[in-house]
């Protein structure tokens, strides 16, 4: 017997089997998309006449009429509505989104990490986060593109769990880890809100249902739009392309140095590119653990790296309008 759904949005009855499917075209609809594009571009359009309009700014002579003021309202209009476009975009997507599936660790992967961290002899030090769930790729859903995603689901179990003003913001508040096509709708709602215009012009201003691969700035338009997020480039001398695989750094070991030798940091990190049940297999068993989680310096053999760090806090609106250029408060670090 088919089951029947309400709709989250417009509240229509429909076949459950078919909810999901529904749920998205309310995102999909032809004259929105038209809406959005016009109000966009009268938006532009408002901006580039605001010297004019301004006269504190404007040094030349100028006449108005009717016309003009007529003119100078549309455009106001228009920007008011591109904003409840948006708004109504959002609105939907918080009803739409759907929350990522993720295996169940029995006590959390933190948890037996810590375990194995402190059952190490020698003279180790170590500091961990706390609560984290690990995201993995999935050879039928995200294999070969999806590492940035999945870390970003990673960080977003950590916030949603430790951080409770982050709670509130984050996706709407929904309170979950959403899957990647509703990550997606976020980061083109951030394009969309005026976020790191440069970057979304290399993804043509859309990266939902495409399984295109993700950086570390785009990791952080998505958190500086639903909150605070910032960059920190390690850098060479040498140039390279930055496309590469992720990963999630949960802590981070010292080893003391002896007979005046240096001491060695080693970082403790998540990859969404390992099975969890092999990483909790490890774990549980205090076996090959190292080979999954530990990443000394020997390692790092990019001449760049890019970490992407979220604030404690939320920001302000004025805050966020500076939010908006990604190299606004980027940190560069030289080696």
């Known amino acids: 017997m088919e089951t029947i759904s309400s709709c989250p949005i417009c509240n229509i ?17 032809d004259q929105l998309q038209r809406d959005m594009e016009l109000a966009h571009q009268m938006a532009i359009a408002e901006s580039s006449t605001g010297t004019m309009n301004d006269p504190k700014r404007y040094s030349g002579s100028f006449t108005s009429d009717s016309n003009t003021l007529g003119a100078s309202s549309s455009h106001s209009g228009y920007s008011r509505h591109y904003s409840e476009l948006l708004d109504e975009q959002i609105s939907c997507l918080i009803g739409a989104q759907i929350r990522s599936k993720v295996q169940e660790v029995e006590g959390g992967i933190m948890s037996l990490l810590r375990g194995c961290l402190e059952s190490e002899a020698g003279s180790l030090t170590s500091m961990i986060s706390g609560y984290i769930e690990h995201h993995q790729s999935l050879s039928s ?15 977003s179990s950590h916030l949603l769990k ?38 979304s012009s290399h993804f043509h201003n859309k990266v939902y249902g495409a399984n295109k691969w993700i950086g570390t700035t785009e990791c952080a338009t998505l958190f500086r739009c ?18 590469s695989h992720s990963r999630t ?20 990190i998540l990859d969404p590119g390992h099975r969890t049940a092999d990483l909790e297999r490890s774990l549980r068993s205090k076996k090959g653990w190292q080979r999954l989680v530990k990443r000394g ?11 992407c760090y979220v604030d404690p ?23």
């Not at 639903?226 to 496309?243: P, W, Y």
Request: charged residues 25%.
């Open 249 to 268: 750094i949960v802590g981070i070991q010292k080893k003391m140095g002896h007979c005046g030798s240096q001491e060695q940091y080693t970082l403790l």
């Open 297 to 307: 310096v020997h390692t790092l053999r990019k001449p760049q790296y890019q970490l």
């Open 13 to 29: 009855q429909v076949l459950t089997v078919e909810l999901e499917w529904h749920a998205n075209s309310h995102f999909d609809d």
């Open 313 to 335: 806090g939320i920001a302000s609106l004025e805050e966020m309008e500076q939010l908006k250029d990604i190299n606004n408060d980027s940190i560069l670090v030289r080696f």
């Open 162 to 199: 430790q951080r409770p003003e982050a709670r509130v913001v984050l996706f709407g508040g929904s309170g979950f880890v959403p899957d990647i096509p509703s990550l997606q709708r976020w980061l083109d709602i951030a394009w969309d809100k005026k976020f790191d215009t440069i970057g």
């Open 141 to 155: 859903e995200d294999k070969g593109w999806g590492c940035g995603w999945r870390n970003i689901q990673m960080l």
């Open 226 to 243: 639903l909150a605070s997020a910032r960059i920190v480039d390690f850098d060479s001398t040498e140039s390279s392309d930055l496309q």
